[in-house]
């Protein structure tokens, strides 16, 4: 069984400012993958970045990028200099990666970031 | 190119009612699942297609659940008998490939009187 932990209350940070979202994972799978999803208030689930069990490094995306820590499990979010429009709820997700397996993903209960002007 | 499309976006519906969701995925992916998202159970996966095979069911929460895909294409999501605990969002996501990424539509927001 696969499980994701985001235990953050809501985050505040200051626009143009850096900002970390935690999340930490539990799976028995050798193989999977880490995801991070952005949902604002419209409700749409925005793909924002991936990070496969087996990357040496750590993936980045733009002003995203993601702390990988495989011996920890934990997989936290970076978003540097934040914009208004990073407002929105935060989840990290994750799925095993065996082909042709129903790679489901399983979600955590995510983040809500408002951003200050 | 034209994302995960779904219909409709807001459905109010009476108790006992049957409702029908609908979910256009991108174009080419042979993969389709559908999650339901509500404020007590947080995100959930429903059920999941892939290509011609065998739907996995596995997370219907009832019988009243059920689901279809058509021509490897379209999918409906049927709940039959609505109960308020229905009420929650729906969303739908499709990948290319087992490896891939999913990519969401925006949703069906289901509200049960």
């Known amino acids: 069984a696969q499980k994701i932990t985001q235990t953050q209350p809501g985050m505040f940070v200051q626009e143009k400012e850096a900002v970390t979202l935690d999340c930490t994972y539990d799976?028995?799978?050798?193989?999977?993958?880490l995801f991070w999803y952005k949902q604002p208030s419209s409700g749409e689930m925005i793909f924002l970045i991936y990070q496969g069990s087996y990357d040496q490094q750590n993936a980045t995306e733009g002003r995203y990028s993601l702390n990988f820590q495989k011996a920890r499990k934990s997989a936290n979010l970076v978003i540097s200099a934040s914009q208004l429009g990073d407002s929105a709820m935060y989840f990290c997700a994750m799925r095993r990666l065996d082909t042709g397996a129903n790679s489901k993903l399983t979600f955590g209960k995510g983040i809500t970031l408002s951003v200050r002007p | 190119g034209a994302g995960v499309s779904q219909s409709p976006s807001n459905k109010v519906t009476e108790k006992g009612k049957d409702v029908e969701l609908r979910c256009d995925p991108i174009s080419g992916h042979t993969a389709l699942y559908w999650y339901r998202q509500s404020l007590g159970q947080g995100l959930e996966f429903l059920i999941y297609?892939?290509?011609?095979?065998?739907?996995?069911k596995s997370g219907l929460p009832s019988d009243r659940f059920s689901a279809e895909r058509t021509g490897g294409s379209v999918s409906t999501l049927t709940i039959q008998r609505t109960q308020q605990e229905d009420s929650a969002v729906y969303l739908c996501a499709s990948q290319q490939r087992p490896t891939d990424t999913q990519y969401f539509g925006p949703g069906t927001r289901l509200t049960v009187l």
């Open positions: 799976t028995s799978d050798p193989s999977y993958g």
């Open positions: 297609f892939q290509g011609n095979s065998a739907p996995d």
